[in-house]
């Protein structure tokens, strides 16, 4: 088992930044690829960006591309997602989910939310215009 703390929503205007955090407890933090999701209200969950321990890589989507970073700190068990420029449409809960390492596995399967065993509760993001 792995267990997710989300942490560091909040709610900041438009062209702004935060960082989120997510804490990770219960197994070896680098043996798993770590993600972002988020759910606007009324919209389905979608993928926000990746690292891919196991293809040594990062994924974004493209609406937050050039916006976003996730990086990982393995001596704190700790995956981040700074988030500049925010704009309302950024507005959602926003999870972390954590997959165990395949090298089979290609990096736009990790694009998707099935891929991911563990999940936090998420925290939330709220941008003002």
């Known amino acids: 088992q792995v267990q997710l703390v989300e942490s560091g929503g909040s709610l900041v205007q438009a062209g702004g930044s935060l960082r989120l955090s997510c804490a990770a407890s219960?197994?070896?933090?680098?043996?798993?690829?770590m993600a972002w999701f988020r759910q606007a209200p009324g919209k389905e969950r979608e993928f926000v960006a990746a690292f891919i321990t196991s293809r040594a890589g990062t994924n974004y989507a493209d609406s937050v591309k050039g916006r976003f970073t996730i990086s990982r700190d393995n001596a704190k068990n700790t995956v981040y997602l700074q988030m500049n420029s925010l704009k309302p449409e950024d507005t959602a809960v926003y999870y972390c989910?954590?997959?165990?390492?395949?090298?089979?596995?290609?990096?736009?399967?990790?694009?998707?939310?099935?891929?991911?065993?563990?999940w936090g509760q998420g925290t939330q993001v709220t941008v003002s215009s």
């Open positions: 989910a954590a997959a165990p390492k395949d090298f089979s596995r290609s990096s736009t399967y990790y694009t998707r939310g099935s891929a991911y065993n563990y």
């Open positions: 219960g197994r070896t933090f680098s043996n798993y690829n």
